[in-house]
């Protein structure tokens, strides 16, 4: 199957408005909800009473409808195109955003978030299966850094700049914002995108299913499922929600120099994904791969995290850094996509996701157990008890990463 564009499709420029733009926006989108509990969290516990671990399970109740959502996603992906199932997808975002925004008690806003994380879990794999049928191959690296840029973004609007807005809208009008921006991403890819006959599309629902197993019974898929669940998944979880009270609790900061700090995350994270996209081409013709960027990246991740829980270092520069790291992790997509055939793009990337938001909600509901355990058996103050679970986390990745260090033995798939 070749990976050249046919002579009909339009030129880069138009592509990149009427296919990377959408896209971009869903994703953005996406993040922005991903991440935003972390700054309204202490206004969400102080209307609702909230501890730790409910906290926790309001949060993660995204990660948890998005991760259930990831092989059906996956499946519809490739029958039905990124088009249609984007931009129904996206409708239901906008109506779980005005339902949190209306909502009173603690089951109302989790459900509501549970809807979100429904309706954004196709955002970033209908992206990436949109740019394998309209962009080259060898542009995929850096279309996939570009719009990891846009949710990096997306990031840094719900740190400082959406805690600086708290006081005017609240943060029920940040969500009937966010609702008015879903239907307007909706429009635009329902109407504005290109179609194109899939390959491998056809088939029953039984041919679906054999493809997903196809992927999960891979050896070379399960080598990256550490890596996705805990560095991956465990950035998520950190900075959807437990970044704020570890600068909070640990560095003893406001909630205004907390969400600072949090702002500076995510910059690092998009001068990575930015970076990325601008120099990933550069890099593999010079023997730096995706694989070998990621596995620098994330290694140079964990040495951060290990200078944050020993309190060694500038605590900006080190937030910053430990985003910077955390970017090449989103590499992990296009390298995973890369061993398999290209109708299996969409099953492929959602099943690797699935393990990425599996992490996510066991990071984010079980280090809010944790510390609430640790605190009731033993009294242990809560800058304590967030690090001992950030070291949990640590030593989970270090296990990940074994398995990720080894996967440069598996050739990239070559159609026949």
């Known amino acids: 199957m070749s990976a050249a564009l046919p002579e009909a499709s339009p030129p880069l420029p138009s592509l990149f408005v009427r296919v990377f733009l959408p896209f971009a926006l869903g994703y953005y989108l996406s993040y922005l909800m991903r991440t935003v509990n972390a700054v309204i969290s202490p206004d969400l516990t102080r209307e609702l009473g909230l501890g730790a671990a409910d906290l ?8 948890f409808a998005f991760g259930l959502a990831q092989i059906p996603v996956g499946i519809a992906l490739d029958r039905y195109g990124p088009r249609r199932v984007e931009g129904v997808l996206l409708l239901m975002t906008a109506l779980g955003a005005a339902l949190f925004a209306l909502g009173e008690t603690l089951p109302a806003l989790a459900t509501a978030r549970g809807l979100i994380g429904l309706g954004v879990s196709a955002c970033l794999m209908a992206g990436l299966k949109g740019f394998s049928q309209w962009f080259p191959r060898e542009r995929l690296a850096s279309m996939t850094g570009y719009i990891m840029s846009c949710g990096a973004l997306g990031a840094v609007t719900a740190s400082a700049p959406l805690e600086a807005a708290l006081p005017f809208i609240g943060w029920r009008g940040a969500f009937w914002c966010v609702a008015a921006l879903a239907l307007v991403a909706s429009a635009l890819i329902l109407f504005t995108l290109p179609e194109r006959p899939l390959p491998g599309g056809g088939g029953d629902l039984q041919d679906a299913l054999r493809g997903v197993l196809e992927v999960m019974g891979a050896r070379r898929f399960w080598s990256f499922v550490g890596q996705s669940a805990f560095f991956t998944g465990g950035f998520m979880a950190l900075q959807g929600l437990w970044a704020v009270p570890w600068l909070m609790h640990v560095n003893g900061y406001t909630r205004a120099v907390a ?15 930015l970076s990325i996209g601008a120099w990933a081409g550069r890099l593999a013709r010079h023997g730096v791969t995706p694989l070998r960027l990621m596995q620098a990246g994330l290694f140079c991740t964990m040495l951060v995290e290990a200078l944050m829980i020993a309190d060694l270092g500038p605590t900006r520069a080190l937030w910053w850094a430990l985003g910077l790291g955390s970017a090449t992790g989103a590499q ?35 280090l809010g157990g944790l510390l609430d355990s640790l605190r009731a058996a033993t009294g242990m103050g809560m800058d304590a008890s967030l690090r001992i679970a950030f070291m949990i986390l640590l030593g989970a990745q270090v296990l990940g990463f074994i398995p990720l260090a080894r996967a440069g033995r598996y050739r990239p798939w070559q159609a026949g």
Do not use: C, E, K
Not at 56 to 63: I, P, V
């Open 56 to 63: 926790g399970l309001l949060t993660s109740t995204y990660f």
């Open 259 to 273: 969400a600072d700090h949090l702002f500076w995350l995510n910059l690092g994270m998009l001068a990575g994904q």
């Open 332 to 366: 992990m997509y296009g390298v995973v996509a890369g061993l398999f055939p290209l109708h299996l793009t969409g099953r492929v990337t959602t099943s690797i996701n699935l393990m990425a938001f599996v992490g996510a909600f066991a990071v984010q509901w079980g």
